[in-house]
């Protein structure tokens, strides 16, 4: 049997949960784009999104995929990041963005990875792609190979770098793209110390370019990750951003997508309009710290009478400032003392917008001792002269 405990601690809690917020919708953002999503990373739960389903053209997007590809095969040793590549002509004539190589240079596979990432350099793409698997008709099986394996059903690559091969341009659907640099950023954390690298330079000739994320410089806290551009596709833009911890929430990162964008100006707007969003109507709330107590519940029985009861794991999770959670403390009433610390007595149930999303169990810290005849006594008879002074109070 259990016995629902209401804590004044816990209805304390939930009044500072339930904080008003604009609707996504308010911000007018799919007037802008052709699809959008937003997403907490460490779960891979979408937290709003628009179009998120269906495949749409990516341009450089894709060069996700192939990064990924790339650095798969570095970690399986096949290729290291110190190899020397030597450009060749078909390199050369690579279109759209690229490092300007010529013919005759050479650079490390360190060297190309970076321009891919970093200003979503085709020609780099294309010679990493061809050092990897000796064409790039090979490598985009393997990416194809790739996307299955992972479960991005909505993918499908023609090329490493995104360019339209006559109208044909690779597909992903928003979802993919998403879960894509989930795990991207679950196998190699250290990309982001690429793609938070202002410019490239190439040293002994005439280039320097910027990164080609318009938030990089613009809002704190992003550090990823990638654009795209065709005419087809528009302006593309993932982003990753890490919020800051505060006292009762911790610190977490979201990963937005914007698709379609009219102008590299509205994809900058659009794609800080979503962070911005993110950010001030999402929130990791900390719902319970093993090294915190949840509350004080009576234990029938027991010399203390009140016993201090902690979780048995920590628990957190974004959540909507504006979701209304609950959180009920059910008490075993089979358990009786003594108890030893560890000792399960119950447990939490934590429900957000009705429904439940997580049970943790509730435990004791401390031994706790029986209580002795002559307490019990004591403490049965302050309780009925309680309840008869009330009683006399009340009439």
């Not at 052709?34 to 990373?41: E, F, Q, R, T, W």
């Not at 990638?226 to 610190?251: I, N, Y």
Request: glycine share 8%; aromatic share 8%; net charge negative.
């Amino acid at each position: 049997m259990w016995r629902r405990h209401v804590s004044g601690i816990m209805a304390f809690i939930l009044s500072l949960l339930v904080i008003g917020s604009t609707a996504f919708a308010d911000i007018g953002i799919e007037d802008g784009v052709s699809a959008y999503l937003i997403g907490d990373y460490e779960t891979g739960e979408i937290l709003e999104g628009y179009n998120v389903d269906g495949p749409v053209e990516i341009a450089s997007i894709s060069k996700l995929m192939s990064y990924l590809i790339i650095m798969d095969h570095i970690h399986m040793n096949s290729i290291s990041m110190g190899d020397r590549i030597y450009i060749d002509e078909d390199i050369v004539e690579v279109g759209g963005s690229s490092l300007e190589l010529e013919v005759g240079e050479s650079f490390t596979v360190e060297e190309l990875l970076r321009a891919v990432m970093v200003v979503s350099a085709n020609d780099a793409t294309y010679a990493l792609a061809r050092h990897v698997a000796g064409s790039e008709e090979s490598f985009v099986k393997i990416m194809n190979s790739k996307a299955r394996e992972l479960g991005l059903n909505n993918s499908i690559y023609i090329n490493s770098t995104g360019l339209p091969h006559g109208e044909l341009q690779n597909v992903m659907s928003p979802e993919d793209i998403f879960m894509l640099s989930k795990y991207i950023l679950d196998s190699y954390p250290e990309t982001l110390s690429i793609t938070t690298i202002p410019f490239i330079e190439v040293p002994g000739r005439d280039y320097r370019k910027e990164n080609t994320n318009p938030l990089l410089d613009k809002m704190v806290g992003i550090d990823g990750l990638k654009t795209g551009f065709t005419d087809r596709a528009g302006h593309c833009l993932v982003a990753t951003l890490k919020d800051e911890p505060s006292q009762m929430d911790e610190a977490f990162r979201l990963i937005g997508i914007i698709m379609g964008a009219g102008s590299e100006e509205e994809r900058g707007e659009m794609g800080e309009k979503l962070m911005l969003y993110g950010m001030d109507n999402y929130h990791k709330k900390i719902f319970t710290d093993i090294d915190k107590q949840v509350d004080m519940v009576s234990i029938p029985k027991s010399k203390d009478g009140m016993v201090e009861v902690y979780p048995t794991r920590d628990y957190s999770r974004v959540i909507k400032y504006e979701d209304d959670v609950e959180m009920d403390i059910l008490i075993d009433t089979g358990i009786y003392p003594p108890l030893k610390e560890g000792d399960i007595v119950g447990k939490l149930i934590i429900s957000i917008n009705g429904e439940a999303q997580e049970e943790i169990d509730l435990m004791v810290n401390r031994d706790i001792k029986r209580q002795g005849p002559f307490n019990w006594m004591l403490r049965r008879i302050g309780d009925m002269l309680f309840r008869f002074a009330r009683s006399i109070k009340n009439n």
